[in-house]
């Protein structure tokens, strides 16, 4: 026989009946193997043929038996089987046989021609279901191989089929069963089923701490059309991540706390100097008078002296929870602690501000923002130009809030620059800038519930960049803070 054939066994009693199946199937070019009893079937099904024509009845055990057995053997359920009798014709016979895993059901006398498009059709079946088998265990390959936890639900939250990964993320205490209701398991987990509420079509997404993982759970509808089709959850265990970021923005505060000293140095300097004169002259001037004149200048002296360290104190040090914050006093504070260090390049920082509805929010974060623009833009700016600092009530997208936009006139940021002005790292300051700045700043303003853009020109005459915040009024409340630095 070539080498590739399809092998038949085919299982009768009777030899001529054996002889004439095998002999059209071999004229069809299949490969024939032949048994005459039950024992011998199973014997040979060992060898796991292709197909198997199998009489019902047999001497020493039922072909139904025979076919029972081998569909409920691992090993061999994938064996085709096609039951054939000559006696057993009623319908209740041919459901028996089906019933017990054949795959079809063929009454003597057989046409040779209905034999050979039988077997081929139960052959191109089993070759399908080998496909996609062999489809299904790559698919749960590649499930499973995926880092995320994923999980399919049922329409009526049910568990149907998890990876690896879901369970890991579940861990031990959980345990994992086909119906296990997917509500009860995320109250276990995170102490809420409400993200399985799904009203409309989309995505659901939220964070949550399991034990000392952060995770990142994300809903989806598996056909957005109907809510029928169950929902896809996906857990990431995102605690790397969030590391890693709390770890660049301590890196950058620290670099903003480095930056600040230059500013700090220029703010304190004059009333010190005032201060050391004002108290040498008290102390060489003989009248009481003149003496506590002296001393009330520099009693006022200390208190600017005061007020930059308390600027500073409220630069580096935050609350734990949301505050009630003026943005217009918060920015105008940040601009004193600059303009002075920006004056010395003679460039002048211009305050227009107007009343604006109080936000919650995080005090030192904002100052880190607001900062950090201010600083920016002085460093862009050309040498007698000036930098215009606007707070302004606004209402954007329904939402009532506070903007605030600071304006240079430096030469601009190249097209092919601007769209990396955000990524973490990116620096146009060489050994001079880490690279964090705006990135940490855009993440604060995010975590605020706010948004920041800029734009900017580079053509001649009218070059510069305009950064503008919106701060909306309801976006950090007492009731929806994070505290995502803990």
């Not at 019902?56 to 039951?83: A, E, H, N, W, Y």
């Not at 994300?218 to 929902?231: D, F, R, T, V, Y």
């Not at 709390?246 to 004059?270: D, F, V």
């Not at 308390?310 to 630069?315: A, E, M, V, Y």
Request: net charge neutral; proline share 4%.
């Amino acid at each position: 026989m070539a080498e590739g054939q399809p092998r038949i066994l085919v299982v009768d009693d009777r030899e001529q009946n054996r002889y004439v199946l095998c002999r059209v199937l071999r004229q069809a070019h299949y490969e024939c193997l032949e048994a005459a009893s039950g024992s011998e079937a199973l014997a040979l099904a060992a060898t796991l043929p292709d197909l198997m024509i199998l009489d019902v009845s047999l001497p020493d055990m039922s072909g139904f038996d025979v076919c029972r057995r081998i569909k409920s053997d691992r090993q061999t359920s994938q064996i085709s089987i096609l039951q054939i009798s000559a006696s057993m014709i009623s319908s209740e016979n041919k459901a028996k046989a089906l019933e017990a895993g054949a795959d079809g059901y063929l009454i003597h006398p057989i046409d040779g021609a209905v034999l050979v498009a039988t077997v081929r059709s139960l052959l191109r079946l089993r070759a399908a279901e080998a496909v996609a088998r062999q489809s299904a265990q790559e698919w749960q390959a590649a499930f499973d191989a995926l880092a995320e936890g994923l999980a399919v639900v049922s329409a009526d939250l049910r568990l149907i089929r998890w990876n690896a990964a879901f369970a890991a993320i579940c861990g031990p205490e959980s345990p994992l069963a086909a119906g296990t209701d997917a509500a009860r398991l995320l109250e276990h987990l995170v102490g809420t089923s409400e993200p399985l509420r799904l009203s409309e079509p989309g995505r659901s997404q939220s964070e949550f701490t399991i034990g000392d993982k952060t995770i990142h759970l994300a809903i989806n509808w598996i056909s957005p059309s109907s809510h029928e089709s169950g929902l896809v959850l996906v857990l990431t265990d995102i605690s790397d991540r969030r590391l890693a970021e709390y770890a660049l923005r301590t890196a950058e505060k620290i670099a903003a706390t480095g930056r600040l000293a230059n500013a700090i140095a220029h703010e304190i300097n004059n009333p010190l100097e005032s201060l050391t004169n004002l108290l040498y002259l008290a102390q060489a001037s003989p009248s009481m008078e003149t003496i506590r004149a002296y001393l009330t200048q520099a009693d006022e002296e200390l208190a600017r002296i005061s007020h930059i360290t308390r600027q500073t104190l409220s630069f580096q040090r935050d609350t734990h929870m949301p505050t009630p914050i003026d943005i217009g006093n918060l920015v105008g504070d940040v601009i004193e602690l600059f303009e002075k260090s920006a004056a010395s390049r003679r460039i002048r920082v211009i305050l227009d501000r107007q009343p604006t509805l109080t936000i919650y929010g995080y005090p030192g974060q904002l100052s880190q923002v607001f900062g950090n623009l201010v600083r920016n833009a002085a460093e862009a700016s050309r040498p007698d130009t000036d930098v215009f600092v606007r707070v302004r009530r606004v209402r954007r997208g329904g939402r009532e809030g506070t903007r605030v936009t600071i304006h240079d006139c430096g030469s601009g940021i190249p097209q092919n620059v601007q769209k990396m002005m955000f990524d973490p790292f990116f620096t146009t300051k060489e050994l001079r800038g880490s690279g964090l700045g705006l990135w940490v700043s855009k993440n604060l303003v995010m975590k605020h519930r706010g948004t920041i853009r800029f734009r900017s020109s580079t053509r001649p005459g009218a070059s510069g960049t305009v950064f503008e915040v919106f701060l909306p009024v309801g976006g950090l409340t007492l009731q929806n803070y994070r505290n995502d630095d803990v």
